[in-house]
């Protein structure tokens, strides 16, 4: 009887330190769920998620290749919609402002400055003489008249006109010049009433002898003479005095026009 109620007693404790094992092993899982509740939860929405997008992919493949199927059935029997390439849009680029960008003045935004037109050249009538043989073999002068620029040194200009010779007008009528080609006129200047023209060795060597020599010196001595203030001429050479300009045709001193 002893033996019965100990092997009862040791099974009670054998039933209690279960039950209190399990009310344990329970209450250690709650609080491992309670603790980790929103980890546990995050995770259990995330494989519900990969589930349930698995399904819905293959889903909306299927019914996308039964909608293919359909739409080309169904447009076999129909004229098809003429498809209109839009043609590309020229886009003019303008160039955009930067800091170091000058801006140019639109036309018209200010006074454009204008053209000056320049002053008239004065001008003023000088008159030259060439040589006009007559029909009876005569040598004569020719007074023409020339329009120059005026200047400072208008002797010089009515000389130059001179050595360049008559217009083909002047020519076509008889005139012609005497002077000796490739003369050159190195200076020419005005003492008291005595003009003193400095010519180049050229004016020495006339082809149409003695009467060619007297017609040179007659064309020079007469349009010099034009200008008021000159009465005479001193012939030069090479800036020399010479005596002689040919044989019997003085020039070492002053010439006016009463030796001709």
Same mark, same amino acid.
């Given at each position: 009887?002893?033996?019965?109620?100990?092997?009862?007693?040791?099974?009670?404790?054998?039933?209690?330190?279960?039950?209190?094992?399990?009310?344990?092993?329970?209450?250690?899982?709650?609080?491992?769920?309670?603790?980790?509740?929103?980890?546990?939860?995050?995770?259990?929405?995330?494989?519900?998620?990969?589930?349930?997008?698995?399904?819905?992919? %293959?889903?909306?493949?299927?019914?996308?290749?039964?909608?293919?199927?359909?739409?080309?059935?169904?447009?076999?029997?129909?004229?098809?919609?003429?498809?209109?390439?839009?043609?590309?849009?020229?886009? =003019?680029?303008?160039?955009?402002?930067?800091?170091?960008?000058?801006?140019?003045?639109?036309?018209?935004?200010?006074?454009?400055?204008?053209?000056?037109?320049?002053?008239?050249? %004065?001008?003023?009538?000088?008159?030259?003489?060439?040589?006009?043989?007559?029909?009876?073999?005569?040598?004569?002068?020719?007074?023409? =008249?020339?329009?120059?620029?005026?200047?400072?040194?208008?002797?010089?200009? @009515?000389?130059? @006109?001179?050595?360049?010779?008559?217009?083909?007008?002047?020519?076509?009528?008889?005139?012609?010049?005497?002077?000796?080609?490739?003369?050159?006129?190195?200076?020419?200047?005005?003492?008291?009433?005595? @003009?003193?023209?400095?010519?180049?060795?050229?004016?020495?060597?006339?082809?149409?002898?003695?009467?060619?020599?007297?017609?040179?010196?007659?064309?020079?001595?007469?349009?010099?003479?034009?200008?008021?203030?000159?009465?005479?001429?001193?012939?030069?050479?090479?800036?020399?005095?010479?005596?002689?300009?040919?044989?019997?045709?003085?020039?070492?001193?002053?010439?006016?026009?009463?030796?001709?």
């Amino acid at each position: 009887m002893a033996v019965r109620n100990k092997n009862k007693n040791n099974s009670d404790k054998g039933s209690q330190a279960t039950v209190i094992f399990w009310l344990i092993f329970i209450i250690v899982i709650i609080s491992v769920f309670m603790f980790n509740a929103q980890t546990i939860q995050t995770n259990f929405n995330l494989f519900k998620n990969r589930l349930t997008s698995a399904s819905g992919a %293959q889903e909306e493949l299927l019914m996308t290749d039964e909608e293919l199927i359909v739409t080309i059935v169904g447009d076999q029997n129909e004229k098809q919609p003429e498809v209109i390439a839009a043609e590309p849009q020229t886009r =003019t680029q303008t160039p955009e402002s930067s800091p170091d960008t000058r801006i140019e003045s639109q036309p018209g935004s200010q006074t454009q400055p204008q053209p000056q037109t320049p002053a008239p050249v %004065q001008t003023r009538d000088r008159t030259i003489y060439f040589t006009h043989i007559s029909s009876d073999g005569q040598i004569l002068q020719s007074s023409v =008249t020339r329009r120059l620029p005026v200047s400072e040194s208008p002797m010089m200009d @009515a000389l130059n @006109a001179l050595l360049t010779g008559p217009s083909a007008d002047e020519l076509a009528k008889g005139i012609i010049n005497l002077i000796p080609r490739n003369t050159r006129i190195i200076s020419a200047t005005v003492r008291g009433n005595t @003009a003193y023209i400095n010519f180049s060795e050229d004016f020495m060597f006339n082809t149409f002898g003695v009467e060619g020599y007297v017609a040179q010196l007659r064309q020079i001595v007469w349009t010099v003479t034009e200008f008021s203030n000159v009465s005479d001429v001193q012939v030069l050479i090479e800036s020399r005095r010479v005596d002689y300009l040919a044989e019997g045709i003085w020039i070492g001193s002053p010439i006016n026009r009463q030796l001709f």
